[in-house]
């Protein structure tokens, strides 16, 4: 149980499109979602926290303009990269906390990962 | 500042022996502290969660503990095996809210 699906797994375009990564909890609702990214031999940076119904909350320093999130229903979460460039080249992963008890663990899908040309 | 930090290098081990990874905090008061296991090219698979009021969590060949005095969380993987290469992270819930902030990630490496 508790499976998180992404898609696309890669995506490759050119400079100044916008991209848009879905992220669905399968088997479970999630009223809260998380999209973060990550750089090669890094860690995962918390990029912002998606709301069911509600606006996304914002890490300090992410462009809230470039980076657009929708979370639509209790299952799915988008996240558009809009203008894309080259230094938005990344591996972006979400993740979706089960809807109920505080304190369960995030379940993660199997990142996007997006090259600018 | 806050800080999670996890030892940078990797850990090199032969099989059949004790992996212990550390993850240390500053600045953090944790109500629990999660591990991950990603491997190259995938999203994080959750591992084990510890509670501020517990000190010890098992599961099969995993051991987790937590001291939050020393603001400290060592990560145990004993009879290892190859199979357990990859890098492990641990993440903290900073606040009330459900985000997890993570540290840098260990390496590790089992050789047969």
């Known amino acids: 149980g508790a499976v998180v699906s992404q898609h696309p797994s890669r995506v490759i375009c050119k400079s100044g499109t916008s991209v848009k990564i879905e992220c669905r909890s399968l088997?479970?609702?999630?009223?809260?979602m998380f999209w973060y990214r990550q750089f090669p031999k890094k860690s995962l940076m918390l990029m912002a926290t998606s709301n069911e119904g509600s606006k996304a909350t914002y890490e300090q320093g992410v462009e809230k303009d470039k980076f657009l999130i929708n979370h639509a229903s209790l299952t799915l979460s988008t996240l558009t990269v809009t203008s894309a460039h080259p230094e938005d080249s990344s591996f972006y992963i979400c993740?979706?906390?089960?809807?109920?008890?505080?304190?369960?663990?995030?379940?993660f899908g199997d990142g996007t990962r997006l090259s600018i040309l | 500042s806050q800080k999670i930090e996890q030892n940078s290098e990797a850990l090199n081990i032969q099989e059949g022996k004790t992996a212990t990874l550390t993850c240390n905090y500053t600045?953090?008061?944790?109500?629990?502290l999660q591990w991950y296991r990603q491997d190259p090219g995938r999203g994080p698979v959750f591992l084990l969660l510890i509670r501020e009021n517990e000190k010890e969590k098992r599961k099969e060949r995993l051991k987790v503990t937590f001291d939050t005095t020393l603001k400290q969380s060592l990560f145990h993987i004993t009879a290892s095996q190859p199979a357990d290469s990859a890098t492990y992270l641990c993440a903290l819930t900073p606040d009330s809210s459900y985000k997890l902030i993570f540290g840098s990630g260990t390496r590790l490496l089992v050789r047969p």
């Open positions: 993740s979706a906390q089960p809807r109920g008890v505080f304190g369960q663990p995030q379940h």
């Open positions: 088997d479970f609702q999630a009223t809260t």
């Open positions: 600045n953090y008061s944790p109500a629990y």
